[in-house]
């Protein structure tokens, strides 16, 4: 079964503190592409970080930046400098390459920074 | 990154009418487009897979014939509710998927069925 786990329901940070949030996924699959999407109170689903499992090096993508552990299958999401901006659900997912673009979602993280 | 529009925002209609929502990818093709439902404080619950100028493959448990899907262009995808109940109030999410193997999503439609 491929599936995400974010263990992690709710998590709050202080304002311009770092903050981590957990992912575990299983997938027998070995080409794939992971990410974490972010849905502020507008709902609108933002793409925050994609990381292609064939690359070692890890994403970033200014305050946000990925620890990819292919073998444990781990991806967690740092949100350095965090802003009052930041407030919102995170969710880790995955693609399998070539296999029609469905994602594979996790339960989501509730984040809230606090000023 | 890619935009994804949504057409409407939100929407409330009668029991039993039908509602159409539009999900355009404003600035790339798409062969295949995804609905999504989402429920408060929950993950997207995917509904099917729109492919262009084929059938939409509906996951288990949706009504084909009450969620009509058409994908008729390569950058416009609808949802139709039929015959809409009360319990089909909910958010809908639509994304598409482009070439780099990632998905865009739209901003969503909050139906509200009375």
């Known amino acids: 079964a491929q599936t995400v786990t974010q263990s992690q329901p709710e998590m709050s940070v202080q304002e311009a503190e770092t903050v981590t949030l957990s992912c575990t996924y299983d997938t027998s699959e070995s080409n794939y592409y992971l990410f974490w999407y972010k849905q502020p109170p507008s709902r609108q689903m933002i793409l925050v970080i994609r990381?292609?499992?064939?690359?070692?090096q890890n994403a970033t993508e200014n305050r946000f930046s990925v620890n990819f552990q292919k073998a444990a299958k781990s991806f967690s999401l740092k949100i350095s400098d965090s802003q009052l901006g930041d407030t919102a659900m995170y969710f880790c997912?995955?693609?399998?390459?070539?296999?029609?673009?469905?994602?594979?979602f996790g339960q989501g993280t509730e984040l809230s920074v606090k000023p | 990154g890619a935009v994804v529009s949504q057409h409407p925002s939100r929407v409330i209609c009668k029991s039993g009418t039908s509602v159409k929502i539009e999900c355009r990818s404003l600035?790339?093709?798409?062969?295949?487009m995804f609905w999504y439902r989402q429920f408060p404080k929950q993950s997207l619950m995917l509904m099917a897979t729109s492919n262009e100028g084929s059938k939409a493959t509906y996951e288990q448990g949706v009504e084909k014939d009450k969620f009509l899907i058409n994908h008729a262009s390569l950058t416009l995808s609808t949802l139709t509710v039929t015959s809409a109940h009360p319990e089909d109030s909910s958010f809908y999410i639509c994304s598409a998927f482009d070439s780099q193997e990632t998905q865009y999503f739209g901003p969503g439609t909050r139906l509200l069925v009375l």
């Open positions: 600035d790339f093709q798409a062969t295949t």
């Open positions: 990381q292609e499992a064939y690359k070692q």
């Open positions: 997912a995955f693609i399998i390459y070539n296999q029609g673009g469905k994602l594979i």
